[in-house]
């Protein structure tokens, strides 16, 4: 029942996080934390998993598709992404041996807020938009993204796409697709982290034969879905996605006092 329950809420959550370039995490994890079937290490893993999944599949798509990318930009935002989730996942692991479980959750719900609240205004009023470039500002869009993802267990989150179109000027379908780059390298880094430190046997191995074939789905129908929307309607779905969670992540957080 739990693995067919996951199963369910990450094809959604996938489908809807590869169009909007959000990858799925950010729905992922409030929604299993509201489910509260297991801990928050174990719901962070499965939710890194799903996005990682998610973003090789997706990313795969678009460029058989035909979407071009800068490969410049690509490789220093995710060699950031890859640095940041390293830091990310080993903070997250150091706040779990001094602090307790929920106090951690709440921390990770109270940033992801603030994250959500930030992608929701600049998209909706349009904020000034920069057209930095240069080596160092791709490493440190990549690292701020990559950390963000590791750390708060989200994937890359509508902080991602906000972040790209601020520094670089980008048009959201743009943003999207290098978001879900970005994810892919921070999620690795986060998974490699894991694998050389505490390891894979405190988790429920069994639950990725429900995960990673709903994260293959979700990410092979949001790269279907995103060729069918305009940009307007790709705008539409972020917004409407981030109020949702939103919501969701307030509800969490009032239900750990």
């Excluded at 795969?60 to 979407?67: A, H, L, W």
């Excluded at 994810?183 to 490699?192: D, E, G, H, N, T």
Aim: glycine share 8%; charged share 10%.
């Amino acid at each position: 029942m739990k693995g067919l329950l996951y199963f369910l809420v990450i094809i959604f959550a996938n489908t809807i996080g590869s169009v909007s370039g959000m990858g799925g995490g950010v729905i992922i994890k409030p929604v299993l934390d509201f489910i509260a079937l297991d801990s928050v290490v174990a719901i962070s893993f499965y939710s890194t998993v799903a996005v990682f999944v998610m973003s090789i599949v997706s990313t795969y798509r678009q460029v058989k598709n035909g979407m071009s990318m800068r490969f410049d930009l690509v490789s220093w935002i995710s060699l950031g992404a890859v640095l940041g989730g390293i830091f990310g996942n080993l903070l997250f692991e150091a706040l779990l041996h001094v602090a307790d479980e929920k106090l951690v959750q709440l921390l990770q719900i109270i940033l992801t807020i603030i994250t959500l609240l930030f992608a929701f205004f600049y998209s909706r009023y349009e904020w000034k938009n920069f057209t930095l470039e240069g080596i160092p500002w791709y490493l440190l869009c990549g690292l701020i993204l990559g950390f963000l993802a590791s750390f708060l267990g989200i994937g890359g989150g509508p902080i991602n796409v906000s972040v790209l179109m601020l520094m670089f000027a980008m048009p959201i379908k743009d943003a999207t697709v290098y978001s879900i780059c970005t994810i892919f390298f921070s999620q690795l880094s986060k998974l490699v982290t894991i694998a050389s430190s505490t390891g894979f046997a405190r988790y429920d191995l069994t639950m990725l034969w429900f995960v990673v074939p709903a994260a293959i789905l979700g990410g092979l129908l949001g790269a279907r879905a995103s060729r069918m929307f305009s940009a307007k309607k790709v705008t539409i779905i972020f917004q409407g996605i981030i109020l949702c969670v939103l919501l969701i992540n307030i509800y969490n957080a009032s239900r750990l006092f």
